[in-house]
């Protein structure tokens, strides 16, 4: 079991910056890789940027050179930083922890991102 709690989002001007956490507890050795994604109303739930154990990135094409993934191991925290927001990233933001052994997928309750124009 790996719990996972997300805490950062809020309500940013356009152009506005803003740092979610998500950080996991459980059994933490079993995740692969940690990730963030993104659900707007009537939409589908969208990967925004993922990193592994490794530390190997990927990040939608819509965020590339605006948002950052990064984690710390010691605090067993991921971070995604969020700069130049706009409008169209205005979403329920969720973290995510895959795991092996067996493969499952773990979710946080998620945050709420509100960038007004």
């Known amino acids: 079991q790996v719990q996972l709690v997300e805490s950062g989002g809020g309500l940013v001007q356009a152009g506005g910056s803003l740092r979610l956490s998500c950080a996991a507890s459980?059994?933490?050795?079993?995740?692969?890789?940690m990730g963030w994604y993104r659900q707007a109303p009537g939409k589908q739930r969208e990967l925004v940027a993922r990193?592994?154990?490794?530390?190997?990135?990927n990040y939608a094409d819509s965020v590339k050179g605006r948002f950052t993934i990064s984690r710390d191991n010691a605090k067993n925290t991921v971070y995604l930083q969020m700069n130049s927001l706009k409008p169209e990233d205005t979403a329920v933001y969720y973290c995510?922890?895959?795991?092996?052994?067996?493969?499952?997928?773990?979710w946080g309750q998620g945050t709420q991102v509100t960038v007004s124009s």
């Open positions: 995510k922890a895959a795991v092996s052994g067996p493969n499952y997928d773990y």
């Open positions: 459980g059994s933490i050795f079993s995740i692969n890789a």
């Open positions: 990193i592994t154990s490794g530390g190997s990135t």
